[in-house]
């Protein structure tokens, strides 16, 4: 089964529970994600703000590449 962390300002943060993701069609898990709490909202919402103003300037071709 894979784990996930989750990513805040581009670096792998673990929370302090994590839980199993369920597919749906067979019950079964295929994956354990960390479970963020508001604390990690924040953090993630703050490094979004943080990244716009850059982000932004971006030119649309260069961020099609960025994400690919």
């Given amino acids: 089964m ?6 805040i300002n581009g ?3 673990k929370a302090d529970s994590a839980f199993d ?12 994600v960390q479970a963020g709490n508001a604390g990690h ?3 993630a ?3 979004a703000r ?3 103003h850059d982000w932004s300037r ?6 099609k590449d960025l994400l690919h």
């Fill in 11 to 13: 670096q792998p943060v």
């Fill in 45 to 47: 919402v703050a490094a």
């Fill in 21 to 32: 993701v369920i597919n749906p069609a067979t019950g079964e898990a295929f994956a354990c």
């Fill in 50 to 52: 943080a990244a716009f």
């Fill in 58 to 63: 971006t030119p649309d071709a260069r961020r």
């Fill in 2 to 7: 894979q784990v996930f962390d989750m990513i």
């Fill in 41 to 43: 909202v924040d953090q």
